[in-house]
Nanobody, 114 residues
Framework: QVQLVESGGGLAQVGGSLRLSCAAS????????MSWARQAPGKGLEWVSG????????YYADSVKGRFTISRDNAKNTVYLQMNSLKPEDTAVYYC???????WGQGTQITVSS
């Protein structure tokens, strides 16, 4: 059974930082690309970032480029999202996802307040 469990969400101030983690199980993590997506209140899903199975390549949405960093530790079956210089528009529920198998975590709320 595939499980993706996000952690690290919460409240941050504008300009602050948070680090999300996603612990994966139930599939061969090291062979799968992984992604982070988010959904802000009243808006559609936005793909935020992605990373190849071996970490050799990454993707960022323009809205987070230069501020967010995705990484992974295949030994720990975990993917991370380091979020710096947070803005109010980063407020959303953040989801960890396997974009190939279309598995999703339960989501974690990020609220950025000024």
């Amino acid at each position: 059974q595939v499980q993706l469990v996000e952690s690290g969400g919460g409240l941050a101030q504008v300009g602050g930082s948070l680090r999300l983690s996603c612990a994966a199980s139930g599939f061969t993590f090291s062979s799968q690309a992984m992604s982070w997506a988010r959904q802000a209140p009243g808006k559609g899903l936005e793909w935020v970032s992605g990373i190849y199975s071996d970490g050799s390549d990454t993707y960022y949405a323009d809205s987070v480029k230069g501020r967010f960093t995705i990484s992974r530790d295949n030994a720990k079956n975990t993917v991370y999202l380091q979020m710096n210089s947070l803005k109010p528009e980063d407020t959303a529920v953040y989801y960890c996802a396997n974009p190939i198998l279309w598995d999703w975590g339960q989501g974690t709320q990020i609220t950025v307040s000024s």
